[in-house]
């Protein structure tokens, strides 16, 4: 935004590169904060946006006893070592498939 207010000099070559950089930021930008909107089936409901309104602000108040009453609910009693178990597991297949591509291609790289 400096470079177009003219605040310091950019060859025409990356001026032209920064100004489609900067239009594809503000439609990243605007489809984050309006596509919800446009896509949401109850966007002219009045009773489901003033519901949607006093939850996002409950969200950002002090009141954290529903969502954690909601993540207790969540929670299954005695299943705990078998769903880490299986989020170790997981975990580790992830990582052996990220390192060895890592490898694979610094190989290549190398060679």
Known sequence: ????????EVEEEAR?????????????VFSWCFVPFIFNPYQFDWKSY???VYHWANYFK???EPWLDWYK????AGKGFRTSLTSVVFSFVVFSVGYFSFIKKMHLLQS
Request: proline letters at 3%; a negative charge.
């Open 1 to 8: 935004l400096a470079m177009l207010a003219g605040g310091f």
């Open 16 to 28: 032209h590169a920064l100004i489609w950089w900067v239009v594809a930021l503000l439609m990243h």
């Open 50 to 52: 003033k519901d949607d």
């Open 62 to 64: 002090d009141i954290p």
């Open 73 to 76: 609910s969540r929670l299954d």
